[in-house]
């Protein structure tokens, strides 16, 4: 079956360091990939996208790009900011059938501290 | 505001107590969803439904009861909630032929 495996948590920066979690994939056929964060207290929210190989989705700085060859989508971010600590998710996309299932990583903790 | 709203947010209960979670969207989404989010486990699916009227099991459905009664809504049920049932759970709703989910802003259950 599907699976997403991400690094492990938590994860402590200061302000203005660079972002790297990494996110790899097992799954049939050409998932689409995604990464979801959620903030304290808060629901998940999509933060990007790709939908196949070599795609990069991108949004508020963080980036992610779709490689088939080492089925990786690892999220990066070149200076983050307190208000980036939450937690990261990485997730895949079934297209097989009409469910669409997502299936999640465990997720990391992110803190970011001034 | 496009929207999907849990209700209530926090609940405790005792074991065998029936209980609904309701779930509402305003987007006219066909297809919505109910995911348990448990430490060191990420997010699982427990029921789906791609319109009204037409529900799925997920991957964890067991002890749970799904309706789609209107477009709008997809309560979750407990008929019996055992204490393996706390968790913090998740509604969500995408449009057809779109991979995106939106998620709810979650209801966190403890059963004594």
């Known amino acids: 079956g599907n699976s997403v495996t991400q690094m492990e948590g938590p994860v402590t920066l200061s302000e203005e360091a660079f972002l790297t979690i990494n996110c790899t994939y097992t799954?049939?056929?050409?998932?689409?990939l995604f990464w979801y964060v959620q903030y304290p207290g808060e629901g998940l929210q999509l933060l990007l996208k790709?939908?196949?190989?070599?795609d990069k989705g991108s949004n508020k700085g963080f980036e992610a790009t779709y490689r088939k060859e080492t089925t990786s989508f690892h999220l990066e971010k070149g200076s983050v900011q307190v208000s980036d600590s939450a937690v990261y998710f990485c997730?895949?996309?079934?297209?097989?059938?009409?469910?669409?299932?997502?299936?999640f990583g465990k997720g990391t903790l992110l803190t970011v501290n001034p | 505001e496009a929207q999907v709203t849990q209700n209530p947010r926090y609940l405790i209960t005792v074991t065998g107590k029936k209980l609904t979670v309701t779930c509402s969207q305003n987007?006219?989404?066909?297809?919505m969803s109910w995911y348990r989010q448990d430490p060191g486990l990420g997010l699982r699916q427990i029921y789906y439904?791609?319109?009204?009227?037409?529900?799925d099991k997920g991957d964890v459905p067991e002890g749970y009861k799904v309706s789609r009664k209107e477009k709008r809504n997809f309560p979750l049920i407990l008929e019996s909630p055992s204490p393996n049932q706390t968790s913090l759970y998740f509604c969500?709703?995408?449009?057809?032929?779109?991979?995106?989910?939106?998620f709810g802003p979650g209801t966190r259950l403890l059963v004594l």
């Open positions: 439904s791609m319109n009204v009227e037409v529900t």
């Open positions: 790709a939908t196949k190989a070599d």
């Open positions: 997730a895949l996309s079934d297209r097989g059938g009409s469910n669409y299932k997502l299936t």
């Open positions: 969500a709703s995408r449009r057809g032929g779109q991979e995106a989910q939106y």
């Open positions: 987007m006219n989404h066909e297809y």
């Open positions: 799954a049939t056929g050409y998932p689409s």
